[in-house]
């Protein structure tokens, strides 16, 4: 064989065949993983619940030992607000929810699921936060919070949040949005998140009904004589 005879797999032929299967196989495998990933983040979909699902019911955030870490669960019916929705207006709540948290550019100093600034806490679960106070107070609390605050108890140390001139709708609106982003399964992020306390109270013990007095005795006899 000549010295200068090229060697099969130095050859610019067989490297520029390669580059072509290469780059075809990897755009096959883009697509695939592109349809599959649309499929998870979908909003009904395993991870994601539906949003009527999220904002009708309660979530809960437990620790799966299987997965050995914390899962969002949907629990018994608990609408926020008050109301049942159906899908159409839970759906139309979120996106309005999601739309002013872009227009007030909260990711300019929050994250959502680990993404945006890292100035102010995270927002994935703040549904659960326990520095809402009980469950009972959460969504009026949260609603007047954004709504202003200045003089609120979460402003009162630290990084202190502005008045963003938010309107009672976009607030509740947000609230849902945060509400269904807390059901979303991020493989337990954020880490060594304590969520609040959402057990039912105990219901106000039943008194029981006082005894019959007793029935007067009888006339004494007379005395004999």
């Known amino acids: 064989m000549s010295q200068t005879q090229a060697l099969w797999w130095a050859s610019e032929s067989f490297w520029r065949k390669t580059a072509i299967w290469v780059t075809a196989g990897s755009f096959v495998v883009l697509i695939f993983l592109t349809f599959d990933t649309v499929k998870q983040i979908t909003a009904g979909s395993k991870r994601v619940p539906a949003y009527a699902n999220a904002l009708n019911h309660r979530i809960d955030y437990v620790f799966d030992a299987k997965r050995n870490f914390q899962v969002p669960v949907i629990g018994p019916e608990e609408p926020l607000f008050g109301k049942m929705l159906t899908e159409t207006e839970a759906e139309a709540l979120v996106s309005h929810g999601k739309l002013t948290t872009q227009a ?107 005894a019959p007095a007793a029935a007067p005795a009888a006339d004494a006899a007379p005395a004999q004589q």
């Open 104 to 210: 007030k550019n909260c990711m300019d100093c929050h994250t959502l699921l680990g993404n945006g600034a890292y100035f102010a806490p995270d927002l994935t679960k703040s549904w659960l936060d326990p520095a809402w106070g009980s469950k009972e107070t959460r969504e009026q609390t949260m609603v007047e919070f954004l709504m202003n605050p200045t003089d609120k108890l979460h402003n009162a140390s630290g990084r202190r949040m502005p008045n963003l001139k938010i309107t009672e709708a976009e607030a509740r609106a947000t609230v849902a949005f945060l509400k269904w982003m807390s059901s979303i399964d991020t493989n337990g992020f954020p880490s060594n998140f304590k969520p609040i306390d959402q057990a039912d109270a105990a219901p106000a013990p039943v008194a029981e009904p006082a």
